[in-house]
């Protein structure tokens, strides 16, 4: 499984973005056994979760991000979206995807994320 992240930017405060995450090398039946997380590390941080979706369609998000991101994915594509609305100057970061598969732990590379004030 090999992932690649994409969408990151410069934006105003209070703009949205749309971060993709293409899994490729993954037929259909792998694609959906795969639970995605997104996750971002701002400078002299930890890296973070900030959502997931599982294998089973559940998702989870991190407070200072619920009610303006939402993860989504399209099996036709395999394809796992980040919608980033209302975004903050705090949201500045890295942003990566993960899936984990058979045990397994993938990253893409990062996405620049900033968020002027």
């Known amino acids: 499984v090999q992932l690649q992240a994409s969408g990151g930017g410069l934006v105003q405060a209070g703009g949205s973005l749309r971060l993709s995450c293409k899994a490729s090398?993954?037929?259909?039946?792998?694609?959906?056994?795969?639970?995605f997380g997104w996750y971002r590390q701002a400078p002299g941080e930890q890296r973070e979760l900030v959502a997931s979706?599982?294998?089973?369609?559940?998702?989870s998000y991190a407070d200072s991000v619920k009610g303006r991101f939402t993860v989504s994915r399209d099996y036709a594509k395999r394809m796992v979206y980040l919608q980033m609305n209302s975004l903050k100057p705090e949201d500045t970061a890295v942003y990566y995807c993960?899936?984990?598969?058979?045990?397994?732990?993938?990253w893409g590379q990062g996405t620049q994320v900033t968020v002027s004030s």
């Open positions: 993960n899936g984990r598969w058979s045990g397994s732990d993938y």
């Open positions: 090398r993954a037929i259909l039946s792998t694609f959906s056994g795969i639970d």
């Open positions: 979706l599982n294998r089973g369609g559940s998702t």
